[in-house]
């Protein structure tokens, strides 16, 4: 009897340490995804220097524009959106369409040039998006967009710069 729940305490001292070591691994993932040495990676500073008030709070501090705002909302020329941080491509004017949301929305993003975050912010979890050369925010993708994608990417227009073609 006695053998027997020495079997049992080491079988959950064992799980627990399993648990405990999963954590740990899960921690140290989240954190190196933090600290992502980025192409375009500059400080406080230098970023506050370079960038306008909303574009800062917006691409640095994960801000969000009040909607209706962005001069960029109605835009309907030909282009791409490039980050306001970094000049990289990001949405391709063709992409773009009126979601009614009041936030430049784009239905597909340049693959490779945005990275995404999970962010539970408001309570529930979202998928961030940001820049993949500078780490830049720019806002969330949904799944309620139109065709092809069903992709929903809500941008502040502030984190963005419009390039007309030629
Ligand atoms: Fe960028």
Redesign the pocket.
């Known amino acids: 009897m006695l053998k027997n729940i020495v079997i049992v305490l080491s079988f959950l001292f064992i799980s627990c340490q399993g648990n405990t070591q999963e954590k740990k691994e899960k921690t140290a993932k989240k954190t190196d995804t933090k600290e992502i040495a980025y192409a375009?990676s500059k400080t406080e500073e230098e970023w506050k220097a370079q960038l306008t008030d909303m574009q800062f709070y917006i691409l640095r501090k994960a801000a969000t524009e009040n909607p209706f705002t962005s001069e960029l909302l109605d835009n309907k020329k030909d282009g791409v959106y490039v980050?306001a941080?970094?000049d990289?491509e990001l949405f391709k004017s063709e992409t773009k369409f009126d979601s009614g949301t009041g936030w430049p929305s784009f239905y597909q993003e340049i693959e490779g040039n945005v990275a995404y975050d999970t962010d539970y912010k408001i309570g529930y979890a979202r998928t961030e998006e940001h820049?993949a050369?500078?780490g830049?925010h720019l806002g969330h993708v949904f799944e309620d967009g139109p065709k092809p994608t069903g992709e929903r990417h809500c941008i502040n227009g502030a984190a963005l710069k419009f390039v007309p073609s030629k």
């Open positions: 375009v980050c941080g970094c990289t820049c050369t500078c830049g």
